[in-house]
């Protein structure tokens, strides 16, 4: 019911930033919660953070606290995920994800994905 896009990904070094965007199909947007999950070579996909359809809820992985933000702009049907002191082991293909129905403040559940955007950090 909803088609995801991501953008924003690429390479640069430790220290430095990022802003990921994900743009999402449709008219009832504010209808979704929403993520960012990551995946690196060798391990399993993880939570980085989700943010509640209004916006006012955010919850982060303890491993990107105080690093990165998350936030939504229902008007424009984007989420983005600025990444700041970035780390080499925040190296990971990004991906955006969108759930009509949430578990809990993970996005456990059945969810929409993107396709994924690649973020490499340099040391």
């Known amino acids: 019911q909803v088609q995801l896009v991501e953008s924003g990904g690429g390479l640069v070094q430790a220290g430095g930033s990022l802003r990921l965007s994900c743009l999402a199909s449709?008219?009832?947007?504010?209808?979704?919660?929403m993520g960012w999950f990551r995946q690196a070579p060798g391990k399993e996909r993880e939570f980085v953070s989700t943010?509640?359809?209004?916006?006012?809820?955010?919850y982060y992985a303890d491993s990107v606290k105080g690093r990165f933000t998350i936030s939504r702009d229902n008007a424009k049907n984007l989420v983005y995920l600025q990444m700041n002191s970035l780390k080499p082991e925040d190296t990971a293909v990004y991906y955006c994800?969108?759930?009509?129905?949430?578990?809990?403040?993970?996005?456990?559940?059945?969810?929409?994905w993107g396709q994924g955007t690649q973020v490499t950090v340099s040391s």
């Open positions: 449709g008219r009832t947007f504010s209808n979704y919660a």
């Open positions: 943010i509640n359809r209004s916006g006012g809820s955010t």
């Open positions: 994800a969108a759930a009509r129905y949430t578990e809990d403040n993970r996005l456990t559940g059945s969810k929409y």
